[in-house]
């Protein structure tokens, strides 16, 4: 062969201009990475140097991998013109290869070594299993919420996505039949979404909202905690009705209120923020609001080998968290088809609002919705701007609808109703109850009084 070798160095090659044992330390990186080839006796831009005691590494260097990390590697003698190299031929192990207790990984054309959290991913990545599927000690089914698995059996059965025996039933069947178990144990999954506090045991499962004057002045601030239903739907009902101003328009009497992201794309940003975050990063998810625009941070750990291209363009369904997707998609909150950006992009376009804006930077993912020049425009003109949670009902009369007046009447006669019996007796679906009865609370005219359970409500008057 030539002086000169033709390939750069890059994802899966590496050239050395001699042999020191801490190059074990590259071998494992390959070994835990996609595999690779190791150059002895080449400078960094290709050429051969030569080696002088290629013929006594040749049997040296095999066995110190074997010892060592434990693997087996080919290393072949090469001869050129400028003298003789080695080639080590690293495959990619499927099991973690460790050198003395370290986990190397080979990222583009470095080598790193994996500690925290990327070392947790790695190792159960190299197991095959997931974050989410992690047993989890010292909690059980009757430490779950029975408020969350009620209001997951409604939307399971409102949804049609499960059958009646996987979510009827005693709560051990329902978690079992969900796969969110693992042997005695819960997994991870389970806590997330059925436990009353899941912070009690996986730090920064929660969300933080808050409004900003600027990037640095922040004018107040919101967290939401309990189950992942719950952080779902409070979320979002805090988004539309405190901290998202509506523009205001009338088309004859009617007056329309028009929030500056489309509420479709808002909660399929909600849904995939909470389902897909990588929960070992211990930071809550962010969504900041600002006077024209709105920004949603999580954690993400994308699929081996994607990039943002991937995750923007069409693919497969490749949850991050397969057991807390698997139970939103029972609930019909979700699709199973990879389709929540692209439900995002089309809602924004089918609206008239701007096209929202993703990055995707060292596990961070932002996601952000900028206002449109008409929403923003709107507001500055408007007579009477207001945010959702303003006392509507005294600026242009009650404005309730059939539904939350029929909820209103049959909460001020029987105050103990339970939300499954007002589906029935107004005839839509639970989620709408709920939805009605947050926008009431909104209106100031339904407060709960005493817990969930045991609690009454209480109509109040205008």
């Known amino acids: 062969m030539g002086g000169t070798f033709l390939r750069m160095e890059s994802q899966n090659i590496e050239y050395k201009e001699s042999w020191h044992d801490e190059y074990l330390k590259w071998i ?25 005691n ?15 990390l434990g693997i087996m590697v080919a290393v072949n003698l090469m001869e050129s013109v400028n003298g003789d190299y080695l080639e080590i031929i690293v ?79 005693s709560i051990n069947g329902m978690v079992e039949k969900l796969n969110l178990t693992d042997g005695k144990y819960l997994k991870r999954a389970a806590i ?16 933080k909202i808050g409004y900003f004057r600027t990037e640095a002045e922040i004018a107040y601030h919101d967290e939401v905690r309990g189950n992942l239903f719950e952080q779902v739907h409070k979320t979002l009902d805090l988004l539309q009705t405190k901290y998202l101003k509506a523009a205001i328009s009338y088309r004859g009497i009617q007056r329309i209120e028009t929030l500056p992201v489309p509420p479709e794309a ?12 990588d929960y070992s990063s211990n930071a809550p998810v962010q969504i900041r609001v600002y006077e024209d625009k709105l920004k949603i941070w999580n954690s993400a750990e994308l699929p081996e080998g994607w990039t ?26 979700i699709e199973t ?30 996601l952000e919705f900028p206002f449109s020049e008409s929403y923003l425009a709107a507001i500055a003109t408007n007579s009477s701007p207001t945010r959702l949670n303003e006392k509507v009902g005294e600026k242009v009369g009650e404005n309730l609808t059939e539904n939350q007046t029929k909820i209103l009447t049959i ?3 029987k105050p103990k109703t339970p939300a499954t019996t007002l589906a029935e007796q107004v005839g839509i679906s639970t989620r709408k109850i709920e939805e009605n009865i947050r926008k009431l609370k909104a209106l100031e005219r339904l407060r709960r009084i005493g817990p969930a359970k045991g609690g009454h409500w209480e109509v109040l008057q205008k």
């Not at 808002?266 to 975050?277: C, G, M, T």
Request: charged share 25%.
């Open 192 to 207: 997330l979404l059925f436990h009353p506090d899941p912070e009690k045991f996986i730090t920064g499962a929660y969300v």
């Open 308 to 333: 943002l291209d991937n995750l923007l363009g069409e693919h497969s369904s490749r949850p991050y968290n397969p057991g807390v997707a698997n139970a939103f998609f029972r609930a019909g909150e």
């Open 266 to 277: 808002l909660r399929e940003a909600v849904l995939n923020a909470l389902i897909h975050k």
């Open 91 to 169: 495959d990619s192990y499927p099991s973690p290869v460790s050198y003395k207790g370290q986990y190397h990984y080979r990222s583009g054309s470095t080598k790193q070594e994996l500690k925290g959290a990327a070392l947790d991913r790695f190792l159960l990545r190299k197991q095959g299993r997931t974050w989410d599927s992690v047993p989890v000690p010292g909690v059980g089914t009757k430490d779950l919420s029975g408020e969350a698995v009620r209001q997951f059996r409604d939307l399971a059965k409102e949804g049609r996505r499960a059958d009646a025996a996987s979510i009827q039933g």
């Open 411 to 413: 909460l001020a006669e």
């Open 54 to 68: 290629a013929s006594q590494l040749l049997e040296v260097i095999p066995n110190k991998v074997r010892d060592i």
């Open 28 to 52: 494992c990186g390959y070994a835990n990475a996609e595999g690779g080839i190791l150059y002895i006796g080449m400078n960094d831009k290709g050429k051969v140097v030569g080696l002088s």
């Open 337 to 366: 088809w990879g389709r929540g950006i692209e439900r995002i992009l089309s809602a924004c376009k089918d609206s008239g609002s701007p096209q929202p804006e993703f990055r995707f930077q060292a596990n961070d993912l932002w």
